[in-house]
Each structure stands twice: as C-alpha cells, then as structure tokens.
C-alpha cells in the first residue's frame, strides 16, 4: 500500500492544490500533519502561489485523525504522542494564512477532517457528503478547533446537537446551514474550488476566519439557556461518559472568552480525555469490530464470497421473522416458510408489523419499505427451495425437529445451498448428523430482535466449510450486520459467555440481595437494563429451556435457582402477562412489583444458600463484581478453548449482542482494566465462602499468577486448543 503521504501542484492560475492521500479514508496519520504543515508553509511562501485549494485524493476528504495514534498512546501513557495540529496547522498555518485557502469537500469530511475544513476560508462540496465530528463516540472531543467553528458557522444547537449525537449530516444539509459555500457535481469541484480561492485573493468574494465570527452564535444568555438544555439531555442520555459535559464546557469557553480561548482549553481537555478509560475502550471497540472481518484460513486465502441472492427462512415466529426483516431491507429475496397458512400469516405480519417500526423510527423511507416487502414470499412446502443459495432454519430449540428439517433441506435445496441454523445453543454436529453436508452446515445466531441487533455470531464446526463462512459473513455485512466467526460449543461464544450473568443474578437473590438492587446497580454499570427486567422480557420459558442446556453442559458451575419456576407457578411469565418481578401497564414504565417478595422469600428457603441463614452483606461495588465477575471467568474458558479467533471478538460480541456498554471497551477487556489479580482473588474467596459456582477457571488463575493480561493470546506453550 502506498505511503500515506500529502502533494502540492501548483497550477498556471496560481492556485497550489494540496492533496492528503492516505487510502482507505485519508485518515491523518502523524506523516500527513506533517506533509500537510509542510505543503501549507512552501504554498505560502512561494511567489507564483495566490491561492489555495485543500482537497483529498480517491474521492474522499478525510475520515479524521487516525485513531491508530490514540491505540499508540492508550499503549504508552504518553499523550504527548499527539502533534500540536489545532493551534499549529488550523489556527496558525492554515486559517490565518496570508493567501486564501478553500476545501474541496468529498465523500466523506468526519471528525478532524471536517475540522481541517472549518479551518479554511470556504468549503466547496460535492453532493451526498458525510459531514459529522464523531469524536464522542471515541471518548474524546473534537480537537481541531471543532468545538469553537462548528457552532460559529452552523448555530450552537445544530452543532451541539451534531457533536453530542456524533451523527454525520450531508452536504445538502451543510450548505443549507451555511456549514458548506457551494455544492457542486463531484467533476466541476476542482475547478469552482480554485476560482473560489482566486475571488477570495482578488477580494470578490469573502475571507472569512471563522474562529473570529460571531453572528451565528446568538446572545451570551441564549446561548447558557442551549447549553442547559444540552447538559440536562447528557446527564439522562450519558450519565457515565466524561466527554459530552467535557465538550459542553469546552464550548462554552469560546463563547465566553472567545474562540481562541476556546481552541485553547479544547485542547488541553482533548489530552485529558485521550488517557480516560472511557476512550481507551470505545477506540479499542472501533478497532475490535473492524478486525472481526478478518478470520484466519478464511477471509486470508484467496476465496472470493459468492453472491446469495435468494435466502429460504425456516420458521416465522419472533426470530425467523425478524431474520426475513433483515434480510428483505438488505435487499435479500426471501422466501418464509411456514407448517401452515395461519403461521404463515402470523409470520408475514410480524415481519410487516418490523417493516412499520423501521419506517416510524426514521430508518427506513416507505419505498424501501415498500421495496422490501415485495421481496417476500410467503410457502407451505419447499417447491421454491430448488433455487435458494441460503436456508436459515428458525424453529424452536428442539434437536429431532431440526435434524429432521435439515435432512429434507438437504434433498430439497441444490448441492451449492448453505445450510444455516439459528440455533443459540444446539450443537452443530447434533443438527447436521442426519445428513451429509456437514461442509455446508453452519450457525447464524442472530440476536434478538433480529432486524435491530447488529451482531452475527457465525457458528462453524470443525466440518464447515471457508467458502459456507465467507459468503454467511458477506450476507452479514450486506444486511449491516456486525458478523463475528466463532467455534461450536454449547451456548457458542456469546450466550455461553453470558450464561452466568443471570446465574449470578439468581445466586445473589438467594443469598439475602435484592432484586431491585442488583438491578438498579447494573443499570448504573452501564447495561440498558438489569438481569431481572431483562428476563421479564424475554420470558421465563427461555430461561427454563437454557438453564436445562448449560445445567447438563456444565453442572460444576451451574445455580439452579428455584425462583423462575416459584414465578411461574404463581401466575407470573414477565411482560408477556404484564407481571413478574415488575409490573407492566401499558404506556408505562415497568414498576418493581413488592407483591413478588413473599415468592423469592420463598426460593430463598428452598434454596438455603444464605450463610447460617442469613442475606449477605455486600457493598454496592461488590453485588456489580459478583454478577460481572462470573463472566469474565467464563468468558477466560471461551477464550482458552479457542471458541474466539481473538479476545477482542468477545468484546464487540458482548457490547453488540449483549449490550455491554462500549464505553467499558467489552468484556475482555474491562476483565484486564479491572485487573485479572482482583478478578481472581474476589472469584477465590466467594467459591470458598458460596461454592464452586465461583471457582475460577485455570485461564484466569495461571493469567492472575503470572501477571497478564486476559487478551494477550495463548502461546503455543499454554496447550490451548483451537476450534477455529
Ligand atoms: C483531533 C480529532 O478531532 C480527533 C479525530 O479526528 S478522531 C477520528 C474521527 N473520525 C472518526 O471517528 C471516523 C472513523 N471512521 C469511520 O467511522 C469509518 O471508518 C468511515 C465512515 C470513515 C468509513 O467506513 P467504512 O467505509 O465502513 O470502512 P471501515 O471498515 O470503517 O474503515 C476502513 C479502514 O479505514 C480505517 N479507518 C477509518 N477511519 C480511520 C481513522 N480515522 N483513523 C485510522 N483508521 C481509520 C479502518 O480502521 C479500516 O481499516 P482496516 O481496513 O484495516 O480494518
């Protein structure tokens, strides 16, 4: 790949065009600030240079900062590893520049991309461009200057609102906020861009530092009432992110004490930020998803994924419905199969109820709605199986019904077709045993609901074939899924990892702790809602059917709570009959139900784990480690059985299937910021005070006692085995 590198041409009409290349996005890299500081101080001091046009080479501005420099910094502690690129290159080089500097805008301007721009006198974009300062979502805030120039060309709320929502805007929208000058077709932006340049020397047009503008801005006192409103929404939207209310102060610096001021304080809390937990674990989550694309011996040998047009789903309920959903708004032809016609409709519904929801919440228009649903086909027999590229079964978790389906998909479907289960807890080679196509036979978890998850978890066994692998990740991609490949075991990598976080919720309960708490504490932690609210929603019957599957796959370490089942026999089944460990009326929000307490009284006598019969005494810290720490602990089996090409494919699994925040950068990796020493020593003293359901695993106790980290890969020495 070529070196990331910046080029200066200057032309007979003496506009000099720096060019940033630096493919795939034109990130800044360290080479790139400096070619860029470079190339502005030889334009500016060449005589035949009146003009300047800042531009990016294959379509694309700039994705930013590379964020590989924070991953380097987040290594070293050392943050002076970041250049001085806002006072030096922005404010100094670039805006007050004696000649005039124009952007040409392309493909995509983001975070300091964008703030490149905002330095320069006039922006010239072309169409469709993605303009946005998504700096938050990495933990840290806009450190170009964006903070200050972005509310004084496009108005306080609309780059508040930019900012704290990360999410880009188009040119279209830009230059109706004054963000853009001129949108012009991509062919003539070169050219409008250098007249630019050239009107802006011969003073017919404007030269405008922005830094120093403050007609957009409003009145001191308005401008407090907008940032009010914006602190109140952070504090309810990010309670835990240090970032937002960062960025908020920091704007208003520059509206007090002027943009300078601004650009100033800007960067000293930019440095602060860059070394928060916060940004190292949502810069390790960007590059964590990104690498789960890449998948030894399959994505690194050559395959090519072949195009799947058209996909059958085995099933219609809540799963298989939400997986034709999917697959229709990813432009997938479906057919839906269904036992017979009043499923059948059931399922077509559903799936036309996920279409409505997508078209209301703003995600889909109603011609792709509408687009969609004419790629669905609803039968009763499998006579349009004879052209399918994919089967996705979704029916209910029972081994002699999916042996049974997968025998006749095997007749029914041609040689090439890949047969997939959504199987979350069946083994692979259990599913397929009655056929032979075991090299076809492959997992595509999906998470529930189907259509609104991102992730894929991709389920090979030891049979499965690179090529079945490679096209289920490119169908995952195409329906904009997040596809993670991993092993077969029971429960696979995520549902596995996760078992024991509500087996943990149960233990404690019967220990004296209670449910309101735990969930109050772990909705605090950062997860959207706690173990018990999560369980009333997702209905006592799945939590009966997996604790049935994990108990026969790993009694050691298996709690079997008496308490669903005392919920059950009570007439309780969680939201589904508006009553469980909270009460659910509709248009409200779900209230902790006291009438539940005589029950879990009851499941703690049956359960008799409380120590002399009496609750626990725990602290807040340690209910949150009692619950998460049995993850990690299982998540360091997952890891030393080789169930994961890599430990951070845990940690993107857990934040994108589980909802573990991002912020806390994944299971994994809050395991090793926690420290594996504390980890095991807390998972030491409660097995030996409640049992073995605590024990820690050998991975945790020889990573405790030799001091590393819970990613760091196995050597070869440690004898893992791999099921990749
Ligand atoms: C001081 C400043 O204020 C601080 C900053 O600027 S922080 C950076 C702000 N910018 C961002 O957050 C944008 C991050 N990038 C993205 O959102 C997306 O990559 C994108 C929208 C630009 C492109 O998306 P997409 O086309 O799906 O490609 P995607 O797979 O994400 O990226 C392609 C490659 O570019 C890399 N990349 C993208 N943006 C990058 C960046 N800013 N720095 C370093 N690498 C970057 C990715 O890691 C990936 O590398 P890989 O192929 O080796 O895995």
């Known amino acids: 790949m070529a ?42 001091r060449r005589d035949d240079v009146k003009a300047i046009v800042l531009t990016g080479k294959g379509g694309k501005f700039s994705g930013g900062f590379d964020i590989n420099v924070f991953q380097k910094v987040h290594e070293t502690g050392d943050a002076s590893l970041m250049p001085d690129v806002s006072v030096e290159l922005v ?34 974009a072309a169409p469709k461009t993605q303009l946005g300062l998504p700096e938050l979502t990495l933990g840290v805030i806009p450190g170009f200057g964006g903070t200050q120039r972005l509310p004084r060309l496009a108005g306080l709320s609309k780059a508040i609102e930019m900012m704290l929502s990360s999410k880009p805007i188009t040119s279209e929208e830009g230059k109706t906020l004054g963000l853009v000058d001129s949108l012009v077709p991509s062919q003539e932006l070169l050219n409008v861009s250098r007249q630019w340049a050239l009107d802006i020397a011969d003073r017919r047009k404007p030269w405008i530092r922005t830094l120093h503008r403050t007609d957009k801005i409003g009145s001191l006192s308005e401008a407090r009432e907008v940032l009010k409103a914006a602190r109140q ?6 309670p835990n992110l240090p970032q937002h209310h960062a960025c908020l102060d920091v704007i208003e610096e520059g509206l007090v004490h002027g943009g300078y001021s601004g650009v100033l304080k800007e960067a000293k809390v930019f440095k602060d930020l860059v070394l928060s937990d916060t940004a190292k674990g949502l810069v390790h989550v960007f590059f964590a998803q990104r ?50 016609s009043d499923y059948l409709l059931k399922g077509t519904k559903t799936i036309e109820a996920n279409i409505r929801s997508l078209v209301t919440r703003g995600k889909l228009t109603q011609d792709k709605a509408n687009e969609a649903l004419s790629l669905l086909k609803g039968v009763l027999d499998y006579s349009e199986f004879k052209d399918v590229d994919m089967v996705i079964e979704a029916v209910i978790e029972s081994v002699p019904l999916k042996q049974t389906i997968f025998s006749e998909i095997e007749k029914a479907c041609p040689p090439y077709c890949i047969l997939a289960t959504n199987t979350s807890t069946i083994d692979l080679n259990l599913v397929g045993e009655k056929t032979t196509s075991q090299d076809r036979i492959i997992g595509a978890h999906f998470f529930s ?42 429960g696979f990598a995520v549902n596995r990892t996760f078992f024991p976080y509500t087996q943990s919720a149960h233990f404690l309960v019967n220990l004296g702790v209670d449910i309101f708490r735990i969930d109050r504490l772990i909705g605090s ?110 998540a360091c089996r997952v890891l030393d059985e080789g169930v994961v090409v890599r430990a951070s494919d845990l940690d993107i699994s857990s934040v994108l299937g589980m909802s573990f925040p991002s912020y806390r950068g994944g299971i994994v990796f809050w395991g090793d910021l926690v420290g594996p020493k504390h980890i095991y020593s807390s998972l030491k003293k409660w097995s030996q005070a409640y049992g ?23 050597s070869s020495s440690t004898g893992s085995k791999s099921r990749l």
């Open 449 to 490: 609901p189907a259509h609104v998850m991102p992730l894929l978890e991709i389920v090979r066994s030891n049979k499965t074939s690179a090529q079945a692998i490679l096209d289920l990740m490119a169908v995952g991609k195409q329906i904009k899924k997040v596809p993670v490949v991993v092993g077969n075991c029971t």
């Open 525 to 634: 932690f950062g997860l959207p809602m706690g173990p018990f609210q999560l369980q009333d929603l997702a209905g006592y019957g799945v939590a009966v059917a997996v604790a049935k599957e994990f108990g026969s796959a790993f009694p050691d370490r298996t709690f079997r709570s008496p308490l669903v089942d005392l919920l059950i026999k009570n007439g309780r089944n969680g939201k589904n009959n508006g009553k469980g460990y909270y009460l659910y009326e509709k248009g409200s929000q779900p209230k902790p139900d006291p009438s539940v307490l005589p029950i879990i009284e009851e499941s703690r006598r049956i359960a008799n784990i409380m120590p002399n019969g009496k609750p626990i005494n725990v602290t807040d810290q340690e209910i949150v480690e009692m619950i998460l720490f049995p993850v990690v602990n299982e």
């Open 91 to 124: 404010v100094n080089t670039i805006e007050d520049c004696r000649k005039p500097v124009v952007a040409t805008v392309e493909g995509l301007a983001l975070g300091g991309g964008l703030e490149l721009a905002l330095g320069c006198h006039a922006r010239i």
């Open 3 to 44: 070196k990331p590198h910046v080029a200066l041409e200057v032309g007979y009409d003496g506009v000099a065009v720096i060019s940033i290349s630096n493919p795939p996005v034109n990130a800044l890299a360290l080479p790139v600030i400096a070619g860029l500081k470079e190339k502005f101080d030889e334009a500016a």
């Open 291 to 340: 690498a789960t694309s890449k998948v030894p011996n399959v994505t690194d040998i050559g395959l090519k994924p072949r195009h799947i047009k058209k996909v059958a789903v085995i099933g219609g309920g809540l799963m298989g419905s939400g997986i034709a959903t999917a697959l229709i708004v990813g432009n997938i032809y479906v057919v839906l199969k269904e036992v017979n």
């Open 692 to 714: 073995d359901f605590y024990k820690p695993s050998r991975y945790l106790e020889e990573r405790a006692a030799k001091g590393i980290l819970l990613s760091v890969p196995a």
């Open 233 to 238: 929404q952070a504090k309810r939207t990010a």
